[in-house]
């Protein structure tokens, strides 16, 4: 749908946004790139959903998605990492903590080699609200993810790897000060 009855606006400002939709591969590209924002909209719905019905900012469901990634990994978090994955001060991040810990998300846990260091572990309490409200989502992945050959789901790793990490990339690109503007 073309929106808007400006001069300059219409089918051709729709096709340099979209691109031309002439030929098979340009129309399975551009399915792909509408799929690919409906998943993100519909991710950030329910991420929504559950940071509202616990209690949480939005910043808070970020900061607990890398808290779990990280201890998935075997590799958790210490609170200045976390800072750097959510782009925020460490103040701003030790108040998400705090927040995340006192609804029992989180836990802050003393390294046994290192004293002074701190790892961010998902809370027994935490998991157990996130597997009520996100459990019967990981039966119907699963049942999508078993659609799939090993060499089809390793192509779509390969594929959201590259897309994640160009997204990343431009994020961080109009996220910056330009050259232009930080030396005024």
């Known amino acids: 749908m073309i929106v808007g009855s400006r001069k300059g606006t219409g089918r051709r400002d729709f096709v340099t946004m979209y691109g031309k939709r002439d030929t098979p591969r340009n129309v399975l590209e551009q399915d792909v790139e509408a799929l690919i924002r409906r998943l993100t ?20 469901f970020e900061a607990l998605v890398h808290v779990m990634d990280a201890e998935g990994r075997g590799s958790p978090l210490t609170p200045g990492e976390l800072s750097l994955a959510l782009g925020l001060g460490s103040g701003s991040t030790t108040s998400v903590i705090d ?7 989180v836990r802050r846990d003393r390294d046994d ?8 572990r998902y809370a027994e309490a935490g998991m157990a609200l996130a597997l009520e409200f996100f459990g019967p989502l ?3 992945g699963d049942a999508v993810v078993a659609g799939f050959s090993d060499d ?33």
């Open 152 to 184: 089809e789901l390793d192509s779509v790793r390969r594929f959201l790897t590259g897309m994640s990490d160009t997204i990343a990339a431009h994020r961080h690109l109009v996220t910056q000060p330009s050259a232009s503007t930080s030396s005024t």
């Open 138 to 140: 990981r039966g119907r």
């Open 113 to 120: 080699a290192d004293r002074r260091k701190v790892h961010l």
């Open 99 to 105: 927040r995340l810990e006192a609804h029992g998300h």
């Open 41 to 60: 909209v519909e991710s950030q719905k329910l991420a929504h959903a559950f940071a509202a019905r616990h209690g949480l900012h939005a910043t808070d």
